[in-house]
């Protein structure tokens, strides 16, 4: 395998896994089966285009990309989710229509026609005796530093259990004194958010239209299904199934058969394994 | 009949009167509208009763719409295009029932997932249909093909449109006067309770999905006709989004709500998408509230205003008559266990029970909690899976069979929480009960089934002390705990199974309920000859009913003998008064 090839893949697989790790809170952790999760890296991926046009100066993509993201999200749930907590299949309608929302409010303030923003950090770096751009380095750098971080918290948190507890009984957790509208809140607002980020790091590797988000909502749900939704591992092993499986197909066949292929392996899973390879334990 | 016939005959009027009252135009999309409500009508069939979403029905539509384009470009007569409609037809049904049934074996819970998978096939048949260019056209669409029967979109296909919109109606509403809807609005109240009822449910499902997916095939078809072109769009995932959205909008309790809300928000959308820019948005916000507040939909506010104005009448009943024999065996034998086993993760539930039951009578389960007494029920009903050891009544082997067969071997069960349809009235719950074990395919297309009776269910029900006779058009839901449990004990006497589990049926009864109780599980036993197993924690109704005594303790037996001699058991004893054994 090409060095090149292989550089491909760990970016693909990195940036689903970052992709990913907001729906893993939100429908893993809170049971929302948000289908507006791709809509979040959307919009995250707009936050250049937003300082472009106002002539803003780059480092404040990063604030003005969280502040648009978690603004959205904290509306939205103060609105709609808060009322969806335990009613999954309501939850998927409704984050639909929120999906639909927020692609056609793009689509008024943006336009419909896709846009490119240049990357912060230009060139390429000679690695591994190739030659490859700077920016997808240092960003993958970034994802593996975040995950990391992430794990060391995730081990002495108790968050994750609070919040265990409160989607599995709300009235339990509050008699034990979880503050379930700020948690829940909170959770949501921070998944999404995480999306948003995902959203501005690939911002210049792709085309950004008000579209773009269905992509990435479909590969994060599979990559879920097929990792199981309990634990980071999983999710590290979803993206890499799901991602892995679509880049080597992709470079060796055709972009069609790696997207079928994934879309294949994510039926197989929901029929025959709908936990995932890491089902539910800690 | 006349609830099927007087709205079916206003619509179809009303339809007939468009061309020339609106002129051709509107009546050319009036009939786009249509064709998108009858798919919808399909997802509101399926969604609305079985609560089962499918998130991919282009996926029918489209491949009927490209099989109709490629027959009509191939030329031949009308008679050639229609049976080759029904071999299309005929596929799409059994590919559906297939993946359905596949799917929904085993599980009882797989809803969101099963809609992700709708929702993957109808991303894998975009792809597909816009790759292989030269079956499909690709991206540029399939065209160049005359209608059927050579009609006018814009004039005489309008009428097929009509038709099919008229008859699908006529169709859904009849079937909802039959007791096929009970049993599919069955599997999204309560499916457990109707899987121990011998409904297989998973098959219920797959035909449910068949009947939306024929709909959103028929609904392909004429779009393939209509519009002159298919494209990847027809089998796409923005389709199969909107589609849901007409149904949820329009309502999907109701067979008129997906044609109201196709054609409401087909129009506006034709009349507003250019001059009001916030449309999408609009239609977007609406989804959402409908979601949120009233899940419903228009229709059902709607029928909400309209029952205001004309209450419902109830519906007239056939007579009562003789239901057909059950189809179980009446005279299983004796039920055994032999070195029984279960473990569910670290848990070791039952540790090798070994008993046999004479052939008839009343057995009681006793012992502390904890003992193993539900689960060793469970494992009777395969509703818990062993992991060692063997059950057998008679002859037969009965471990590890899915639920829903326990009762054709002639076993019944009531639950210990009673579970009954709870958004069903006293006489619906009994009417599926009636049917269990003695209903064919074909009884649940006729109306008969509504009054069958049973010695089992006449018994119960005629009981002056019973109070269920005076509540039958009362929803369950609405129920004290003790005419709960009167209900369920009357819906698993009506199959009258040679076998019948009773998993703690006096609990929560008051002293006299409790007497009444247990006059009618004796009065059942002494009837039909069969063998009763209860499970019961008052000594007094144990010392009273019992002919034999089966005593559990940490998931082994510790007695099985008369009252008399278990409660002389210096074990027995131990484990009651607290002692160490």
New interface residues.
């Given amino acids: 395998m090409s060095t090149v090839l292989l550089l491909n893949l760990l970016w693909q697989i990195g940036t689903l896994a970052l992709v990913t790790l907001g729906l893993a809170i939100v429908f893993g952790k809170l049971r929302i089966m948000n289908m507006a999760h791709g809509e979040f890296v959307m919009l995250g991926a707009y936050a250049p285009v937003i300082t472009a046009g106002f002539g803003l100066p780059g480092w404040l993509q990063l604030p003005v990309c969280l502040i648009t993201v978690a603004l959205v999200a904290f509306v939205l749930e103060r609105a709609i989710i808060r009322h969806l907590y335990g009613r999954m299949f309501d939850s998927l309608l409704a984050t639909w229509g929120i999906s639909i929302l927020l692609r056609e409010a793009a689509e008024l303030v943006f336009g419909r026609g896709y846009q490119s923003v240049s990357p912060p950090i230009p060139g390429t770096l000679h690695l591994l005796g190739t030659d490859y751009p700077a920016y997808r380095v240092a960003a993958m750098a970034l994802i593996a530093l975040g995950f990391a971080a992430l794990a060391w918290w995730n081990a002495r948190s108790k968050v994750a259990t609070r919040i265990r507890a409160m989607t599995g009984n709300p009235a339990l957790a509050q008699a034990i004194g979880i503050n379930t509208g700020r948690l829940s809140a909170a959770s949501f607002v921070f998944g999404c958010t995480t999306a948003g980020l995902a959203g501005l790091l690939l911002a210049p590797t792709v085309r950004i239209e008000p579209m773009m988000g269905l992509d990435y909502l479909v590969r994060s749900f599979f990559a879920l299904v097929t990792g199981g939704l309990g634990s980071l591992e999983g999710l590290g092993i979803g993206a890499t199934l799901i991602a892995g499986t679509q880049s080597v197909l992709g470079a060796l066949v055709n972009q069609t058969s790696g997207y079928l292929a994934v879309l294949t392996l994510s039926i197989l899973f929901l029929w025959l394994k709908p936990d995932g390879i890491r089902p539910y334990s800690r | 009949m006349a609830s099927v016939l007087i709205p079916v005959s206003l619509l179809l009027g009303a339809l007939l009167l468009v061309p020339q009252a609106l002129g051709e135009f509107t009546a050319y999309q009036l009939g786009l509208y249509l064709i998108y409500g009858i798919a919808a009508q399909g997802i509101g069939f399926l969604w609305g009763k079985t609560?089962i979403?499918p998130l991919g029905q282009a996926l029918f539509f489209g491949v009927a719409a490209y099989a109709t384009g490629m027959a009509l470009r191939d030329g031949g007569g009308l008679v050639l295009h229609l049976g080759l409609a029904a071999v299309v037809l005929a596929a799409i049904a059994l590919a559906a029932f297939g993946l359905a049934a596949?799917?929904f074996r085993g599980r009882a819970d797989?809803?969101?997932?099963?809609?992700?998978?709708t929702l993957?096939?109808v991303?894998?048949a975009e792809?597909?249909a816009g790759?292989t260019t030269s079956l499909t056209g690709g991206f540029n669409g399939f065209s160049g093909y005359d209608s059927l029967a050579g009609l006018d979109p814009f004039g005489g296909f309008y009428y097929v449109i009509v038709a099919a919109t008229a008859a699908v109606t006529l169709l859904l509403l009849t079937l909802n006067r039959l007791p096929a809807n009970l049993i599919a609005r069955a599997v999204l109240d309560n499916e457990p309770r109707l899987q121990l009822l011998g409904y297989p449910t998973h098959a219920i499902k797959g035909l449910a999905f068949t009947v939306s997916a024929l709909l959103a095939a028929l609904a392909g078809g004429l779009f393939a006709s209509h519009q002159g072109i298919v494209t990847p769009d027809a089998t796409g995932?923005a389709l199969s989004?909107q589609l849901?959205?007409l149904t949820?909008v329009g309502g999907r309790f109701h067979v008129l709500g997906p044609l109201v809300g196709a054609v409401a928000i087909g129009w506006a959308s034709d009349s507003l998408r250019d001059s009001f820019?916030?449309w999408?948005?609009l239609?977007?916000?609406l989804?959402?509230l409908v979601?949120?507040k009233a899940?419903g939909g228009l229709a059902e506010l709607v029928e909400r205003g309209w029952r205001r104005i004309i209450p419902a009448r109830p519906a007239v009943l056939p007579p009562a008559t003789e239901a057909p024999a059950p189809r179980a065996p009446q005279d299983p034998g004796a039920l055994a266990f032999e070195d029984v086993r279960l473990q569910i993760g670290v848990v070791r539930i039952l540790n090798g029970v070994t008993f046999e039951t004479p052939a008839a009578g009343i057995v009681s389960v006793i012992g502390p909690n904890g003992a193993g007494k539900t689960s060793a029920l469970n494992t009777i009903t395969g509703t818990l899976r062993t992991t060692g050891g063997a059950i057998r009544l008679g002859t037969q082997r009965i471990d590890n069979r899915p639920p829903h067969k326990a009762l054709a071997s002639g076993i019944g069960r009531k639950l210990q929480v009673p579970s009954v349809f709870f958004s069903m009235s006293v006489a619906e719950n009994l009417t599926i009960a009636m049917m269990a074990g003695r209903a064919r395919w074909s009884d649940v297309l006729c109306r008969s089934p509504f009054g069958w009776r049973s010695g089992g269910l006449t018994r119960v029900l005629e009981h002056a002390a019973v109070p269920l006779a005076a509540e039958l058009s009362r929803p369950a839901g609405t129920l004290p705990q003790g005419h709960r449990q009167f209900l369920e004990f009357a819906m698993t006497a009506a199959a009258e199974p040679p076998v019948l589990l009773l998993d703690e049926p006096c609990a929560g009864l008051s002293p006299e309920e409790t007497a009444l109780m247990t006059d009618l599980v004796r009065a059942y036993q002494a009837a039909t000859g069969a063998l009763v197993i209860m499970i019961e924690h008052d000594m007094s109704i144990v010392e009273a009913i019992s002919d034999r005594v089966l005593v559990l303790h940490q998931g082994q037996v510790l007695a099985f003998d008369s009252y008399a001699a278990v409660s002389a058991d210096p074990a027995v004893q131990a484990v009651y008064a607290g002692g160490t054994k």
């Avoid at chain 2, 797989?110 to 809609?115: D, E, H, K, T, V």
Wanted: charged share 5%.
């Fill in positions: 609560g979403l596949l799917i797989s809803g969101p997932y099963f809609s992700l998978i993957a096939l991303m894998i792809q597909v790759t995932f989004a849901v959205i949820a820019p916030y999408e948005l239609l977007a916000c989804f959402i979601v949120l899940p």
